[in-house]
């Protein structure tokens, strides 16, 4: 069966409001991650989501805590749009105590695993297998849970894209593989690195349906989604869906991005964004007023704000938490 | 006489004894029951592992169970990873232990530090068994101890057993334990038989053993090695010279008590690791003892390891590369003052 052929459930007002205010508060969380970072207050490096807001939003929208999800090491967006607190997580990215991660993780490893969010991750192309085994997981212990694989293009000529799709195509498995093509791995064209038209396109390869969508475009995430998402739950199998996006801001902060060009930089950041377009959908099919959006932007504002105070205010870990967490049980001189 | 069973049938059985106690144990890998999807087997399994180690549990327990997996470690060993820290309690097989390489980041980057990544809010109780070792002609890519690496990864246990009690009983330990554990089947022990009890037991991880008890020196010994230092002892007593053989068990965690209190005992130490020379079991314990139990010792401290090359195919070769007992009576013999040590 083609995945367009499942019957597609009309989006709600109270879904498409929830929806917007989480893509805002990507928008707004990374915005600012990126002025603090320029003070030198956040330690280390951070990749940030901005622009690509509508993919996280609009496959999330579909999930919940059962389900699980793997990210990369742009993952502050995966992370909000699967539920995760603000608060703790912008104390995560300070290294602070009070981090999602007590300050162990960091920016590239937040994860609140009581949210299905297996981890932002480090190392590209670490989420295939992870995403396979936690969709075996989730089919063995008849959960109904399914499991997304955010990715990157840069990923998806990765060994472990292979292996995680193949193995989860021949168990079966309840797994949405989603690949945010946002033209560059790092500095380097994708139409360079990799060896194919669409990402999609390698669908073909594990008999797994593929399908390119405009990935600024929110509904056409969140349709193409719910198709996919719709599919693992019925015991169907693993879908592709590939998102050609765009990231507003360099690979990591710091980046001068000279491989971009000042006029697709212009287009995406104002006729192609998606808060944008996704703003105008709500408003010119009634699912919000005017006063509606501007009071989740108030909101959204605040909660970023607060987030930030309460990361400033938290404490630096506690020297004793350098050798904790490492196992559950450990004797480091054996046993006694 | 107690009932004798193989190396092999006891990680087998330790496999049986925790599947039938934990639904959510499962085991993966590379024809752990072989044949997948062929009507004419059914759920008989083709080869229950490349060495028949896991034979018959796939009729017990069913391919929902006993999967067999794609040769691609990195799927497999990573899907084992995430199917730990979402509820699973997974076995994964490693059929070599040379195949890391394929897989590495898998153990190392994700399923080692995903807890400590996470401020402890997750566990990966998964077990990878894997094979090593030397002696079986298997050449450079087939035959490496590659422990030592491992042992040097924070947020993995090592354990690496001699005989088929301890197979067994550390194996339950291991797939009831919370955390990763790496667990080192070598090969030319597999057929090996020796007494082991019924049922469940655990022995755990931590705890070095005393395989032979003595005062003039101490041999530390892993794995298949155990059995070497012990064929060297049993030399040495025909000319009154008594060692004791140590085997840890496991390295990480090491039982650093037991190797500390044998050596302040015997004041001689002769460490016996199949793995290459440098950075490896034998200079790890070395180590220890150089700086907790300096004064302990009437002698400097002795490595017989195999040498800094890879494992050689030609037997002449691979026999020259492993551990001897003789390679051991000729460091005791710079040990002990008698020179009738070398000529035994």
Not at chain 1, 191 to 216: L, M, Q
Not at chain 2, 91 to 97: D, G, Q, R, S
Not at chain 2, 305 to 334: C, G, N, Q, R, W
Request: net charge negative.
């Amino acid at each position: 069966m083609r995945v367009s052929e499942v019957q597609q459930e009309a989006l709600t007002a109270e879904k498409a409001k929830w929806m917007y205010q989480k893509m805002v508060e990507i928008r707004r969380f990374e915005d600012q991650v990126h002025e603090t970072f320029s003070t030198g207050t956040i330690p280390g490096f951070v990749h940030l989501y901005a622009g690509e807001e509508a993919v996280a939003v609009g496959v999330c929208s579909h999930l919940d805590d059962k389900d699980y999800i793997t990210s990369t090491h742009r993952g502050h967006g995966h992370c909000i749009a699967k539920g995760c607190d603000l608060k703790g997580m912008m104390a995560e990215i300070y290294g602070k105590a009070t981090g999602l991660c007590k300050g162990k993780g960091g920016s590239m490893h937040i994860a609140d695993v009581s949210k299905g969010m297996l981890g932002a991750n480090g190392i590209v192309g670490g989420g295939f297998p992870l995403a396979t085994g936690a969709g075996l997981s989730a089919k063995l212990r008849k959960t109904g849970g399914v499991a997304v694989c955010f990715f990157g293009d840069g990923a998806n000529n990765h060994g472990t894209f292979h292996e995680g799709i193949n193995q989860a195509a021949i168990w079966n498995l309840p797994v949405i593989f989603v690949a945010e093509n946002n033209g560059y791995g790092e500095s380097t064209p994708f139409e360079y690195a990799s060896s194919c038209k669409s990402i999609a396109d390698r669908a073909a390869g594990y008999n797994i349906p593929g399908e390119t969508v405009d990935g600024k475009d929110t509904m056409a995430v969140y349709e193409a989604a719910q198709r996919a998402v719709e599919r693992a739950r019925n015991g169907e199998g693993p879908s592709l869906i590939e998102c050609v996006t765009y990231r507003n801001y360099g690979h990591f902060e710091g980046d001068a991005q000279t491989y971009k060009t000042s006029e697709e930089r212009e287009q995406h950041l104002n006729e192609l964004d998606a808060i944008i377009r996704f703003r105008e959908y709500l408003l010119s099919n009634n699912h919000a007023s005017e006063d509606d959006l501007h009071s989740i932007d108030e909101n959204v504002r605040e909660a970023v704000a607060d987030a930030v105070e309460f990361a400033e205010k938290s404490p630096m870990p506690e020297a004793d938490q350098l050798t904790t967490d490492v196992y559950v049980n450990y004797k480091p001189g054996g046993e006694e | 006489m107690a009932r004798q069973i193989s190396f092999a049938d006891a990680i087998n059985e330790a496999i049986k004894e925790t599947m039938r106690n934990d639904e959510n144990v499962i085991l993966l890998g590379e024809d752990v029951a072989g044949g997948a999807d062929l009507d004419h087997l059914g759920d008989e399994d083709a080869w229950g592992g490349v060495m028949g180690v896991t034979k018959g549990l796939v009729q017990e327990f069913g391919r929902d169970r006993i999967l067999d997996t794609p040769i691609a470690e990195a799927g497999y060993v990573g899907a084992a990873v995430s199917a730990a820290a979402t509820g699973m309690r997974p076995i994964a097989e490693l059929m070599f232990n040379d195949f890391i390489g394929s897989c590495l980041d898998e153990v190392m980057n994700q399923g080692a530090k995903l807890r400590y990544m996470f401020g402890g809010h997750a566990k990966i109780p998964l077990v990878i068994r894997t094979m090593h070792g030397a002696g079986f002609r298997a050449a450079a890519q087939h035959s490496q101890t590659l422990y030592g690496m491992f042992t040097a990864i924070p947020g993995v246990k090592v354990v690496v057993p001699s005989t088929p009690a301890d197979a067994k009983g550390l194996l339950i330990s291991a797939i009831e334990d919370d955390d990763m554990v790496v667990f080192f089947e070598d090969k030319t022990l597999y057929n090996v038989k020796g007494e082991v009890p019924e049922g469940h037991y655990t022995i755990p991880i931590g705890k070095a053993d005393i395989k032979r008890a003595g005062d003039d020196l101490t041999i530390v010994a892993i794995g298949k090695q155990v059995n070497t230092a012990l064929a060297a002892a049993e030399q040495l007593a025909q000319k009154g010279i008594e060692a004791e053989v140590v085997d840890p068990r496991s390295l990480s965690p090491l039982d650093e008590n037991t190797i500390l209190k044998s050596v302040q005992k015997t004041s001689r130490l002769v460490i016996v690791d199949e793995a290459n020379p440098r950075c490896n079991a034998a200079t790890d314990i070395s180590a220890l003892v150089a700086d907790k139990g300096f004064d302990y010792l009437d002698a400097p401290i002795k490595m017989v390891t195999a040498p800094h090359s890879p494992v050689p195919f030609s037997p002449a070769l691979e026999d020259l590369y492993l551990p001897t007992p003789e390679k051991i009576l000729a460091v005791v013999s710079e040990l002990i003052d008698d020179e009738s040590v070398v000529t035994i």
